[in-house]
């Protein structure tokens, strides 16, 4: 299939045939912006929904596009329930009780032991089984632990302190500890919830007494920038970075048992368009990076989302025919290279060959920003955008 649509795609570019003369999206009109509902002034909220109506979010996290979120302890039952839900819609798809746990108000996934992990107010850290089951408990340097993310590339979890405002770095391998930043003197206060984004090395965490969540460099703890959190006053818990938006979602803590869990902007890279695109018709996209308008980017397409890694940050895609592909036809692969507006956006497009046999093909899209004081010349990356190919 990737010789099919290498070929197919080479030999449209060099007929240029009609649908390179103008590119034109899936309803025949010709590529040039329009409201996606997505892009937006920084901590503006992108989406929201209510958590499952069985108590306040104590933590919350991603796997793969589903997040899983963990009830506040003693409710109803006295255990505590993780949820996995749509990131979209909130709808909840299946829960897992956790026997026996009951005062842990953080929630990580550890994708090379998979396994949820949670932070408990005893000073605990925990690795819990997909099926519920506790299989490890250490405990922490801090008081209060509340939140943890897992890093892959450094095979150890983030979890702020609540008490202490630090940020912790921890073994997975024995719970040891690495690193440790102080947060609080640099602004951010009442830490709770933590994000890890692979595609830009970055950790997030929330600050409840200043109702702001920010990013913090792993290398060094500096808090590189923060956003207000919506939702009121002292809110912010649970946190975790959904990696096709590069964007954190985060609990409400306030807002009782039909609490609301957001999303919202950030700044960072992300590729809008549809999920899907009819052979012989061209997907409309638009790139947004709110922090790096002006920036010149760099755009790719591929097959999968197998990633490779830039120092300590993850491309998310695939280096396949297609990736080589999509970066040196601009007659199928229009504006995947260029200078954002100062917006911090710019539009390109996937002009799909007419032929049937496209039918069924997934891809993905992601891009970069470009700056040559920034290492490897990276300033960000999106995350991995799905797009099938349809009839």
């Not at 912006?33 to 929904?49: E, H, I, W």
């Not at 807002?255 to 590729?271: A, C, D, F, H, K």
Request: hydrophobic share 40%; aromatic share 10%; proline share 6%.
């Amino acid at each position: 299939m990737v010789r099919i649509l290498l070929v197919l795609s080479c030999v449209t570019a060099l007929a240029a045939g009609a649908v390179s003369s103008q590119v034109l999206d899936d309803c025949g009109n010709p590529v040039g912006g329009g409201p996606y509902g997505m892009d937006a002034p920084l901590g503006t909220v992108l989406t929201s929904f209510q958590a499952p109506p069985v108590g306040k979010v104590a933590g919350i996290t991603m796997i793969g596009d589903s997040l899983h979120v963990i009830s506040y302890p003693n409710v109803f039952s006295g255990f505590q329930v993780i949820y996995e839900m749509d990131p979209n819609t909130g709808a909840v798809k299946s829960s897992v009780t956790v026997a026996g746990i009951t005062s842990y108000y953080g929630l990580g996934y550890d994708t090379r032991r998979y396994e949820f992990v949670i932070t408990s107010s005893s000073a605990l850290i925990a690795r819990v089984s997909l099926n519920g089951t506790v299989t490890t408990v250490w405990p922490t340097p801090s008081s209060r632990p509340i939140g943890v993310a897992y890093d892959f590339g450094r095979d150890a979890y983030w979890v702020p302190d609540h008490t202490t405002n630090n940020l912790y770095l921890l073994d997975a391998r024995n719970g040891n500890l690495l690193v440790s930043f102080a947060i609080g003197s640099q602004g951010l206060t009442r830490l709770a919830g933590c994000g890890y984004s692979a595609e830009n090395d970055l950790v997030y965490t929330n600050g409840r007494d200043q109702d702001k969540g920010g990013f913090i460099d792993p290398n060094t703890g500096r808090l590189l920038f923060t956003v207000t959190h919506p939702g009121g006053t002292n809110v912010g818990q649970g946190a975790t970075v959904y990696r096709r938006w590069q964007a954190p979602l985060s609990g409400n803590w306030n807002t009782g048992i039909n609490q609301t869990i957001y999303s919202y902007e950030m700044g960072l890279p992300r590729v809008e368009c549809s999920a899907t695109v009819k052979f012989g018709t061209a997907l409309q996209i638009k790139w947004v990076a709110a922090r790096d308008a002006g920036r010149i980017y760099a755009a790719a397409a591929s097959l999968g989302e197998a990633g490779f890694w830039l120092g300590n940050r993850r491309f998310p895609l695939t280096l396949d025919d297609l990736f080589f592909l999509s970066v040196r036809a601009p007659a199928i692969f229009v504006g995947f290279a260029g200078a954002l507006d100062t917006s911090g956006e710019a539009l390109g497009a996937v002009a799909v060959p007419n032929v049937p046999v496209l039918a069924g093909i997934p891809l993905a899209i992601a891009f970069a920003t470009l700056d040559a004081s920034a290492p490897l010349g990276i300033a960000a990356i999106s995350g991995p955008q799905p797009v099938l190919i349809s009839r």
